[in-house]
């Protein structure tokens, strides 16, 4: 039986026809009784974007339709069923809050529903959304545990400013949520407290997504989107961010990853200043959240000159804006620029006024000759005495053995490497407020080890393939240099024989997974013995980045010693944000709570959105650092965060929000 004659018998049973209106919002299935019903399918209409309309998965549509592919056309009917009622399954890109605001359920009662501590759920799990037709779940025990409220109920006496205080949240956030145009709120009300991933200002287009599907998650009307985001046809790809809100006047609107400190010196303002403006109690700020910069901010522009290869979508991205408010600011009429052309840009919020400053560190004087070996100039380079024979990561399985044995790979890295320190050692300081201290950096993976690969897309759509190790080995570069700057004693556990920090120009030439890196151990890489490069896993040997830190921190006293372990992510079913992870027992559920405490103060520096978490890893565990966490800088499971990646100002912008957290840490703590 083809799919279009079973269609039409399900329909002489089932004549429910289904129609979606741009703007209309279909409410959550979950609470509702089992049925069936038929969608006609409309022009422009995909498998996945239906799929998402109806909270169902795409292979459970192709199952219902007896489909062998994604192939659908318009005038097409298909069969949709609900949900079993009192449930929901969550699907790719799912969070907590998205799907208790659809279900008409708090955060807090999910929660206790299915026995969730924390914020952590996974694609395919089965919440209940009704007490009396659901199943306990089982609860990780290395979930986040500093429960949030998303929501309040107000008592008598209650008055906004006490309640932001309470929940560390500014009261124009609160009015801003719930739409309050004064402070007036009355016992009995329930007010929202955090953006949900519906408040943010950003939309990053995942696989099967359409404008209308689009439009109908976020409440907007299919041409609002288009106008915001300067859209003639609807035609979109997939990784690229669209913006929901207009920007307004001396307004700045928090992003993922946004700090405060960054927001504030973007704009040449003190956060003190921001903080008075906005009536923040903390420096936590989240996605979503409309910053006040005041009647006239020190700087509201900056200016950027195009690049051969810029796009004005690349730029506006690059720069959190529109291409429509890029345009307007400039007063273009169509699209189009040359190398050379100044345009004006928000600030990137990387650049300030308060570090000899970082914007002032002369990078490209770190990229010169090096340890005697020869300068190859790439554009995802330097390199030094040899090079990638591939100009770019070619796909997910290639990669380039080193060329050298282990023990003279190993010489040629710290030859590299003591070039590399003398030249920081000539720089000047940024401060002495670590002067003491001893850092080891461990860069993820590396050796025969590359991480996450994982394809991305270009300007035009073509192919970019991102490796996990080549990129967190870059950042942690950048952040070993500022320390030792700021009179930090720094150690990396990892080096590489051929290239130090590198740039990306253009992005499209992605770093090579070159399996070259080595340990930074000259007992360890005497031999040549394929199993003493570095390798992860049960199998691998994790316990040499352990055994390198309890080695730089001899003679050095406990108090003065962290660990700083760089990762990205790949996990679906976690937020699109940087996540920080200490150390949590899984029989016992006991956390380290220096580590705990650290993770929480650098929270916020680490820009909007960013959660923290205990977890059972190796690295951490029995680790001779008192204060020791894992850092998952970006999540590669998010297109936008790949992207981000292959961005050397992105990367350098990381690297920054780590070294002011830690500072800032060890500066409170005197």
Known sequence: MNSVHFLRKAHRFRTTHISLVAGAVPRAQAGKAASQSVYRVKKGDTLGGIASQYKVSVK???????????????????????????????????????????????????????????????TGQKLKTKKETALKAKNEPFDEPFDEPFEYKVKPGDNLSIIAQRFDVAVGLIRQLNGLKKNRIYPGQTLQLRPSSLDEAVHVVRSGETLSSIALKYRMNVSEIKRINDIDGNKIVV??????????????????????????????????????????TSNRIYPGQELQLGAKPAKRF??????????????????????????????????????????????????????????????????????????????????????????????????????????????????LQAAFDKKISRMGRLSDKLKGWHIVLDPGHGGLDPGAVVANLDGNGNKVYVVEDEYVYDIALRVYVMLRLHGAHVTLTLLSPNH?????????????????????????????????????????????????????????????????????????????????????????GKADRKSRDFAKSVQPFLGAGTFIRGQNLYVLRNNPAPIRVMLELRNLAYT??????????????DAEKVVRGLVEYIDRKG
């Not at 097409?76 to 609900?82: A, D, G, N, V, Y």
């Not at 108090?559 to 790949?570: E, P």
């Open 500 to 588: 130090l920090i590198r740039h990306s120009d253009p992005p499209i030439h992605t770093f090579v997974n070159e399996k070259n890196e080595v340990y930074n151990s000259r007992g360890y890489n005497q031999g040549n013995k394929r199993d003493h490069w570095p390798k992860g896993g049960r199998n691998g040997n994790l316990s040499q980045r352990i055994i390198i830190a309890g080695n730089a921190f001899k003679n050095v006293p406990r108090n003065r010693r962290i660990f700083l372990s760089f990762h990205a992510d790949i996990d679906p079913s976690a937020p699109n944000a940087p996540l920080v992870l200490y150390y949590q027992s899984r029989r016992t």
């Open 302 to 415: 900056a200016t950027y000159t195009v690049k051969k290869g810029d796009s004005l979508g690349r730029i506006a991205r690059l720069h959190q804006m529109s291409v429509a408010d890029l345009k307007r600011i400039n007063h273009m009429r169509t699209a189009l620029i040359h190398p050379g052309d100044r345009l004006k840009v928000n600030p990137l919020l990387r650049k300030g006024r308060e570090w000899l400053k970082i914007s002032e560190i002369k990078w490209d004087d770190l990229m010169g000759s090096s340890g005697g070996y020869k300068k190859i100039n790439l554009g995802n380079g330097p390199y030094y005495g040899s090079r990638p024979k591939a100009r770019r990561q070619k796909n997910r399985r290639y990669y380039e053995s080193a060329p050298l044995s282990l023990r003279n790979t190993f010489k040629r890295a710290r030859k």
């Open 640 to 653: 936008d965060h790949a992207w981000a990646l292959r961005f050397e100002e992105l990367r350098q912008r």
């Open 60 to 122: 459970a549509l192709r199952k219902w339709n007896k489909l062998r592919g994604d192939r659908i056309f318009e005038g097409q009917r298909l069969l949709i069923k609900s949900v079993p009622s009192g449930f929901y399954i969550v699907k790719s890109g799912d969070t907590l809050s998205e799907i208790a605001l659809q279900s008409n359920l708090s955060i807090s009662r999910l929660r206790k529903l299915n026995g969730i501590s924390g914020n952590r759920i996974y």
């Open 239 to 280: 990784g690229q961010e669209l913006r929901l809100k207009a920007t307004k006047p001396h307004i700045h609107m928090v992003e993922r990853g946004d700090a405060l400190w960054e927001v504030a010196q973007a704009y040449g303002l003190s956060v003190a200043e921001i903080k008075r403006l906005n009536g923040l």
